[in-house]
């Protein structure tokens, strides 16, 4: 029975994804009927519509001065032509039919209408701020702004991971950054020593305070994408932040406080709406540590 009903699941899912699918081909067909003067190029039986190509552009984030610039034209297009072909050869292989690669295209689907959900309703209430709420935040925030510094700092960088991340309580307790070059390398983690530029805008407000309260020996950790930093200030001169840049730099760190905020909303409210089966129950119902042996 309940092998059936696993069954049952895997045609639901592969019978969404060709639905999708089926959507996608009946998009592309009616791109071949668009007017000529809507078609950017062919690349056999696909297209390139002109909403594409201008979608393109706004995706790879191409100033309004560079959108007709011989050279940006003509890389974007390639770009765009040798997908076309690959994605004709793809269904000429019928691997659009494949289980791995339709759940591979749903989950695409979801994280673009995720994202696009995300994004509206941070729109809506980026717009709702008014001067006062920024001029408040810039007020609330002097070390971005009026007591914004250019630091110089001697860094340590590293691949963060989940065998990275028990060792990093020991090495933060290093008195120099020589020191914790040699016990990353006693440790075997790969790592690199360079020297670079900070503003105070573009860290952490947590880090930000830490630093502001620095002792000239402290040794700082910090994560940056998919890497882990430890960190020394050389120097550091005030470099100010007013006027109409202020209110540009307050914006987008308002903007990017909304993002993280409605991500965090956005999964509380999941996590109330999802109910799991089975095992997975006892998993995600369990506290951190409980059950791992089970």
Do not use: W
């Amino acid at each position: 029975m309940k092998c059936q009903n696993a069954i049952t699941r895997t045609a639901v899912v592969l019978g969404l994804c060709g639905l999708l699918v089926g959507g996608c081909s009946k998009k592309g067909g009616e791109q071949e009927a668009a007017p000529n003067s809507q078609i950017v190029a062919h690349v056999g039986d696909q297209v390139i519509t002109a909403q594409e190509f201008a979608n393109e552009l706004r995706l790879l984030n191409i100033p309004l001065d560079k959108q007709k610039d011989h050279e940006t034209v003509k890389k974007v297009l390639t770009e765009m032509v040798t997908r076309k072909y690959l994605l004709e050869q793809a269904l000429t292989a019928k691997l659009d039919r494949e289980p791995n690669v339709l759940l591979d295209i749903l989950r695409s689907r979801e994280q673009v209408l995720a994202a696009a959900f995300i994004s509206r309703s941070v729109s809506k209430k980026l717009s709702a701020i008014s001067r006062a709420d920024i001029d408040k935040y810039i007020a609330d925030n002097p070390l971005r702004f009026a007591g914004r510094k250019l630091m110089t700092v001697d860094q340590i960088t590293f691949p963060f991971s989940a065998n990275t991340q028990s060792m990093i309580e020991s090495i933060k307790a290093a008195s120099s950054l020589d020191e914790v070059d040699q016990k990353l390398t006693a440790l075997g983690v790969p790592h690199g020593r360079s020297t670079s530029a900070l503003n105070s805008s573009e860290i952490p407000q947590e880090l930000l305070v830490r630093m502001d309260a620095q002792k000239p020996d402290d040794i700082f950790f910090a994560r940056s994408g998919p890497n882990g930093m430890f960190l020394k200030i050389r120097s550091a001169e005030p470099r100010p932040l007013e006027g109409d840049a202020a209110v540009n730099m307050a914006r987008q760190l308002m903007q990017n406080d909304l993002v993280k905020a409605e991500a965090s909303m956005t999964s509380v409210s999941a996590g109330l709406e999802a109910r799991y089966e089975g095992v997975y129950s006892n998993i995600m119902n369990s506290k951190t540590g409980d059950g791992q042996n089970n």
